[in-house]
């Protein structure tokens, strides 16, 4: 069964800060397949970064995906005060299985 | 543009079936292009993967629910469904429908979720 595992699980900065959240896949898996979602409460996630690195339409270039392998990183270049939220990676794909992190809660220092 | 919209009763009482609808609006259902997703969130918690639908009918499910999900198409109405039997207080969620068409199908498009619909709350309590 595949885990994502994602850290830290509370990340606290100031608007301006730089963000990178984590998140580590418990076997190795394409890179096609691995997502970030933003959430923001009492709303439905919203899909920023697909293929690991791709910007979804409409999602500003300070969000940026890296990663491959077993290792995948979700950059904010410098935090707006609307990007304060929970971010969770996902991968679709390996045994026709769609698996989420646990999520990361992206809060005001 | 494909628009999603959950619906079904706020309340369940335990060890009934849980039968929620989700419309699909602005695409057809039957086209062949998408994948049609349940997803569920309990009340400060994460993200699960409930199941998924294709237009042949072919389903998969996250295995952690045994079977008690049960996806299903309705092209006339265009809308799927998903039932889940047997609930438990521990099926209480937000649940949301999602889909997306993959690249190969839709070029141009992901390999991820990008369209959600608002989610619907669900309490499973006598």
């Known amino acids: 069964e595949l885990v994502l595992t994602q850290s830290p699980g509370t990340l606290s900065l100031s608007p301006g800060e730089r963000a990178t959240l984590s998140c580590r896949v418990s076997?190795?898996?394409?890179?096609?397949?691995l997502a970030w979602y933003q959430q923001k409460p009492g709303q439905a996630p919203r899909l920023l970064i697909y293929g690991a690195s791709s910007r979804a339409a409409g999602i500003p270039d300070r969000f940026s995906g890296s990663g491959s392998g077993t290792d995948f990183t979700l950059t904010i270049s410098r935090l707006e005060p609307e990007d304060f939220a929970v971010y969770y990676c996902?991968?679709?794909?390996?045994?026709?299985?769609?698996?989420f992190g646990q999520g990361t809660k992206l809060e005001i220092k | 543009q494909v628009q999603l919209q959950e619906s079904g009763p706020g309340l369940v009482k335990p060890s009934q079936t849980l039968s929620l609808t989700c419309t699909v609006s602005?695409?057809?259902?039957?086209?062949?292009?998408?994948?049609w997703n349940w997803i569920r969130q309990p009340a400060g918690k994460g993200l699960e993967w409930i199941g998924r639908?294709?237009?042949?009918?072919?389903?998969h499910y996250n295995p952690s629910l045994r079977s008690r999900a049960t996806i299903s198409l309705d092209t006339l109405k265009n809308l799927f469904s998903l039932n889940m039997t047997s609930v438990t207080a521990a099926d209480t969620a937000i649940y949301y429908c999602?889909?997306?068409?993959?690249?190969?199908?839709?070029?141009?498009?992901?390999?991820?979720?990008?369209?959600w619909g608002q989610g619907t709350k669900v309490t499973v309590s006598s």
């Open positions: 999602a889909t997306y068409c993959p690249p190969g199908v839709c070029p141009g498009s992901y390999d991820a979720f990008d369209i």
């Open positions: 996902q991968h679709l794909g390996t045994s026709l299985m769609y698996t």
């Open positions: 602005g695409g057809s259902i039957g086209s062949g292009r998408y994948y």
């Open positions: 076997q190795r898996v394409s890179s096609s397949y």
């Open positions: 639908i294709y237009t042949s009918g072919t389903s």
